[in-house]
């Protein structure tokens, strides 16, 4: 009798734990921040930098923008030379930089939290053999066989690119890759809340962080919360990386590269902190 009692609890606990998970389950991308904010990207991915003009430094190619939600599921990627066939991609954007537009989401969003972000361009150093994080970018593959399914016409559509729906994984060390808040003060949750990430490919590492900040700002999803960068403050780029003759350090541990054609300072949109270019 005694067994069939425990026995009974065990299964009673279970269901209520079924019934919580079922409760709490979530569709993905159904935040209606990101519905927002994919809604904006695919109306406007055109617009998202115009090709063949620097104003965000680089080399002026088109841009890859994933967004993905909390748990890492893709919402949408855009290109902003528009949804091609895979031979105007290839003469127009980099095809290697859908699937890293992804990635640098997909490791925005699994390193940051309610209350600390980390872009990618802040495990530039990090990861590097002397830094506190190496061996991270060996961590959690990309899913080949989703990163290069469906039909290559519809990659860079939006919501119809074969990498909707679908957690891709890996991780990436460079600029580019940034975390997504809104500020819920006033609702009944209340605070900042991390909703997703933004990951941008196509240029230079430097350009793709710049664009994913402005980016990032336009949608109002920049709510962010003390970082590594700007005295604790946010999770801007931080150019510090100082040496020579190989033997190079970054001052904060986090640091990044400078770039081809580096972002100005007065392009930057404050995204780069300790940016000496003008």
Same mark, same amino acid.
């Given at each position: 009798m005694k067994r069939k009692v425990i026995g009974s609890m065990i299964l009673a606990g279970l269901g209520f734990a079924s019934n919580q998970a079922m409760a709490v389950a979530a569709v993905p991308c159904s935040d209606p921040a990101l519905v927002t904010a994919v809604g904006v990207l695919q109306q406007k991915a055109a617009s998202v930098v115009p090709v063949g003009s620097t104003p965000n430094g680089g080399l002026g190619f088109p841009m890859w923008v994933t967004i993905v939600d909390n748990t890492g599921v893709v919402c949408s /990627?855009?290109?902003?030379?528009? %949804?091609?066939?895979?031979?105007? @991609? +290839?003469?127009? !954007?980099?095809?290697? &930089?859908? /699937?890293?537009?992804?990635?640098? %989401?997909?490791?925005?969003?699994? @390193? +940051?939290?309610? !209350?600390?972000?980390? &872009?990618?361009?802040?495990?530039?150093?990090?990861?590097?053999?002397?830094?506190?994080?190496?061996?991270?970018?060996?961590?959690?593959?990309?899913?080949?066989?989703?990163?290069?399914?469906?039909?290559?016409?519809?990659?860079?559509?939006?919501?119809?690119?074969?990498?909707?729906?679908?957690?891709?994984?890996?991780?990436?060390?460079?600029?580019?890759?940034?975390?997504?808040?809104?500020?819920?003060?006033?609702?009944?949750?209340?605070?900042?809340?991390?909703?997703?990430?933004?990951?941008?490919?196509?240029?230079?590492?430097?350009?793709?962080?710049?664009?994913?900040?402005?980016?990032?700002?336009?949608?109002?999803?920049?709510?962010?919360?003390?970082?590594?960068?700007?005295?604790?403050?946010?999770?801007?780029m931080i150019q510090d990386i100082v040496g020579s003759n190989g033997n190079f350090r970054s001052k904060s541990g986090f640091g990044h590269a400078t770039c081809l054609n580096n972002p100005t300072d007065a392009n930057d949109g404050g995204a780069i902190e300790g940016n000496k270019k003008h």
């Amino acid at each position: 009798m005694k067994r069939k009692v425990i026995g009974s609890m065990i299964l009673a606990g279970l269901g209520f734990a079924s019934n919580q998970a079922m409760a709490v389950a979530a569709v993905p991308c159904s935040d209606p921040a990101l519905v927002t904010a994919v809604g904006v990207l695919q109306q406007k991915a055109a617009s998202v930098v115009p090709v063949g003009s620097t104003p965000n430094g680089g080399l002026g190619f088109p841009m890859w923008v994933t967004i993905v939600d909390n748990t890492g599921v893709v919402c949408s /990627v855009v290109n902003s030379a528009g %949804a091609s066939d895979v031979e105007g @991609f +290839s003469g127009e !954007a980099w095809l290697g &930089s859908r /699937v890293i537009s992804a990635q640098k %989401a997909n490791t925005a969003n699994a @390193f +940051s939290h309610d !209350a600390f972000p980390l &872009s990618t361009a802040n495990l530039f150093s990090a990861v590097q053999p002397w830094g506190s994080l190496y061996g991270l970018q060996h961590s959690n593959p990309v899913d080949a066989t989703i990163a290069y399914d469906g039909d290559a016409s519809t990659w860079g559509s939006g919501t119809t690119d074969p990498l909707v729906n679908n957690r891709i994984g890996g991780v990436n060390i460079f600029g580019g890759g940034l975390a997504l808040y809104v500020d819920d003060n006033g609702n009944a949750a209340g605070g900042i809340r991390k909703v997703g990430a933004i990951g941008v490919s196509g240029d230079t590492s430097c350009t793709d962080h710049v664009v994913a900040w402005k980016i990032r700002n336009q949608l109002g999803l920049d709510h962010v919360p003390a970082g590594v960068a700007n005295k604790g403050k946010d999770d801007a780029m931080i150019q510090d990386i100082v040496g020579s003759n190989g033997n190079f350090r970054s001052k904060s541990g986090f640091g990044h590269a400078t770039c081809l054609n580096n972002p100005t300072d007065a392009n930057d949109g404050g995204a780069i902190e300790g940016n000496k270019k003008h």
